[in-house]
């Protein structure tokens, strides 16, 4: 099990990206959160087998079609919660 914490910045607020997200992610079968950051960035926690974690940070990098990715910084991050499921978060 694979687990990255993913910060997306660029135009990447009110453009769909989170339920994009979502919805990539459950279909590569991860686990975790996605949320906004008030900086305007977009923060996700991902967790999974390691060939569909690289395949969502790929994918983080195109965004949904109205985002305009201008960077994903990724970073391994040690297992502090349980995930089970993938879930949209309020803004922090």
């Known amino acids: 099990m694979t687990r990255r ?10 453009v769909f990206y989170r339920d994009w997200f979502v919805e990539r992610a ?8 996605v949320r906004n950051r008030a900086d305007g960035s977009v923060e996700a926690v991902i967790a999974g087998a390691g ?20 960077d994903v910084a990724s970073h391994p991050v040690a297992p502090a919660e349980t995930l089970v499921g993938f879930e949209k978060r309020p803004t922090v």
């Not at 914490?5 to 009110?14: D, F, H, M, S």
């Not at 459950?26 to 686990?31: F, I, N, R, T, Y």
């Open 51 to 70: 060939d569909a974690v690289e395949r969502m940070i790929a994918l983080a990098r195109e965004g949904s079609p109205a985002a305009r990715v201008a």
């Open 26 to 33: 459950v279909a590569l079968g991860l686990d975790g959160w």
């Open 5 to 14: 914490r993913l910060v997306v910045t660029g135009r990447v607020q009110n």
